[in-house]
């Protein structure tokens, strides 16, 4: 198993930043794909990011295209979404997760195998 624990959200003002990581633990080596999730409330579960575990392609949804990157620290076992030019519809539960397979263009929650329990962004008007 995989196990996942996002940090780094917290309150912030419209057009500010924010930096989540996200550290793995456990059977990293099976890790292929590392992606983030938002859920607002009222709403499902929505694709933001992937970044290929090793080789570090990325992707990302179009509502966020532009203003998050995403990175990783293979040595930390640990992934980054950074944040910039933040909205108020960017509110939600940001989640990690990881999958053994490849992720080409957006995913979907079924693509993968672990979770994290997530982490709150706020972003006020």
């Known amino acids: 198993q995989v196990q996942l624990v996002e940090s780094g959200g917290g309150l912030v003002q419209a057009g500010g930043s924010l930096r989540l990581s996200c550290a793995a633990s456990?059977?990293?080596?099976?890790?292929?794909?590392m992606g983030w999730f938002r859920q607002a409330p009222g709403k499902e579960r929505e694709f933001v990011a992937a970044?290929?575990?090793?080789?570090?392609?990325?992707n990302f949804a179009d509502s966020v295209k532009g203003r998050f990157t995403a990175s990783r620290d293979n040595a930390k076992n640990t992934v980054y979404l950074q944040m910039n030019s933040l909205k108020p519809e960017d509110t939600a539960v940001y989640y990690c997760?990881?999958?053994?397979?490849?992720?080409?263009?957006?995913?979907?929650?079924?693509?993968?195998?672990?979770w994290g329990k997530g982490t709150l962004v706020t972003v006020s008007s």
């Open positions: 997760a990881s999958s053994a397979r490849p992720i080409y263009g957006l995913g979907d929650v079924d693509d993968m195998d672990y």
């Open positions: 456990g059977r990293t080596f099976n890790i292929y794909t």
């Open positions: 970044i290929a575990w090793r080789g570090g392609i990325t």
